[in-house]
């Protein structure tokens, strides 16, 4: 079949056209600016979701991972390293406190385990 004998049929694009609707800017999905703080907060739900603190979001089911906490955390220090001199007074204690909770929690949910 030679292309000038193909019918194409476009008044599919009208109608994509009129189903359009703007969505008025309050109602857009709010990103927030990606920062450190966010970024350690993001890290610190992850962990609290494998550690069973809070459901997870996906399932709505609450669920222990102590490897992915492990994880998690190990990573979360490995940042603390990295940037260590590097942080804002805020970011810094964000961190440790994060950090330090977290330790806290996790040593909990391993003896727990172990025992």
Same mark, same amino acid.
């Given at each position: ?28 999905m ?14 610190? #739900?992850?962990? &609290?979701?494998? %550690? ?8 709505? !089911? +609450?669920?222990? /991972? #102590?490897?992915? &906490?492990?994880? %998690? ?8 390293? !990295? +940037?260590?001199? /590097?942080?804002?007074?805020?970011e ?24």
């Amino acid at each position: 079949m030679e292309e000038k004998d193909k019918k194409v049929d476009e008044s599919w694009k009208d109608s994509v056209e009129k189903e359009k609707v703007e969505i008025p800017e309050e109602e857009k999905m709010h990103i927030p600016e990606a920062n450190f703080g966010f970024f350690i907060t993001t890290l610190g #739900i992850q962990v &609290a979701i494998a %550690l069973g603190e809070i459901p997870n979001p996906i399932t709505n !089911k +609450t669920e222990e /991972n #102590i490897d992915q &906490a492990k994880y %998690l955390i190990d990573t979360l220090e490995m940042l603390q390293e !990295k +940037t260590k001199n /590097n942080l804002s007074k805020e970011e810094d204690s964000l961190l440790s406190g994060i950090l330090y909770d977290f330790r806290l929690k996790f040593v909990q949910k391993k003896e727990r385990i172990n025992t």
